[in-house]
């Protein structure tokens, strides 16, 4: 090989290792501009607002309650995964005339179709103990509950008007008048709840919210009965056998069990699974005591038929009108 072609072939080779360095160089930049776009590309995480899949917590982040801290009494029932019901919207009865209550028990359309609740975001006020601060957290939930069940009841032809809530520790006047042992409770429309009711929960400072949330999703019930018809009927049916015989007071017992299932439906769609059992253990301990007017269902009674509202989410599943005497005791 001459001189002149050993020149050559040194220029060539260095032109060859600058062309790969300088295609090096270029992949270089073009994976690091791709991954600074697949990192801009990627979103930041953010707190959503959307309806959380396990439901929202009654409580701050800071302050919810792990199921493992919650004492268990005896008689809890625990929660499964038991399937729940699906709206049957194609099946439901037609009921005759628009938005009439229907007078009837265990034939109502609040009682008798197989429909659900479905699962819906409920935008919670912080709780705070003070009457003003626990009105507003309770205003809020009431929201929650007429968001709810107003489809449900359209749907059946049933009329649907807003509650209202009341945070007090006495109630003067009126056919609401209450006796000084009378803690919350409904009366035409406005559901009262009593601070100390939902303040004597065996779950503790930290189970007060979701306490309270059980009560007034309980008179909420009593609500739904009246604006359905179920609550005239079965007041009619208790005055016709007398309230305070066994027979008046087991209707008494069917009513209130109805509308403890009718608040299982909506915890079990709404809120959190530690939410839930806070609620389930506070239940399990109200109800009537011993000594006391059998009206309402005993402690067991009260707890099962919230846990089955719960777990099943269908409205002929809260029939306590057609369901055996044991389990309305």
């Known amino acids: ?57 009654l409580t701050a982040p800071e302050d919810t309650i792990q199921l493992s801290q919650l004492p268990s009494p005896p008689t809890i029932v625990p929660l499964s995964n038991t399937a729940r019901a699906t709206t049957a919207s194609e099946s439901l009865p037609i009921i005759p005339g628009v938005s009439e209550p229907v007078n009837a028990t265990a034939a109502n359309p ?105 009560m007034l999703a309980h008179e909420y019930g009593h609500h739904l009965q009246r604006l359905s018809g179920t609550l005239q009927s079965s007041v009619e049916q208790m005055d016709a056998v007398g309230r305070g015989t066994p027979a008046g007071l087991e209707l008494s017992r069917r009513a209130e069990l109805q509308a403890q299932c009718l608040s299982g439906m909506f915890f079990g769609v709404t809120f959190d699974p530690p939410s839930i059992a806070m609620a389930q253990q506070d239940n399990f301990t109200r109800g009537d005591q011993p000594g006391g007017v059998q009206s309402h269902g005993t402690p067991q009674n009260w707890g099962e038929w919230f846990t089955k509202g719960v777990q099943r989410n269908s409205l002929d599943i809260c029939n306590t009108w057609v369901a055996p005497p044991n389990t309305v005791s």
């Open 1 to 57: 090989m001459s001189r002149g072609e050993r020149r050559m072939l040194l220029v060539w080779s260095a032109v060859a290792v600058v062309a790969v360095v300088g295609a090096g160089v270029v992949i270089a930049m073009r994976f690091t501009a791709d991954s600074d776009s697949q990192a801009d590309a990627t979103p930041t995480p953010t707190t959503t607002t959307a309806f959380p899949v396990t439901g929202v917590p």
């Open 110 to 214: 609040l009682t008798s179709v197989n429909v659900s609740l479905a699962r819906q975001a409920c935008k919670l006020p912080r709780w705070g103990d003070d009457d003003a601060a626990a009105t507003v957290f309770l205003q809020g939930a009431l929201g929650c509950l007429d968001s709810a069940w107003r489809p449900v009841l359209e749907r059946l032809k049933l009329p649907f008007a807003p509650a209202n809530v009341v945070v007090t520790d006495k109630v003067t006047g009126g056919a609401c008048t209450a006796v000084p042992d009378q803690t919350s409770f409904y009366c035409d429309g406005t559901i009262y709840l009593v601070p100390a009711s939902y303040k004597s929960t065996t779950t503790g400072a930290r189970g007060v919210p979701a306490a309270a949330m059980g």
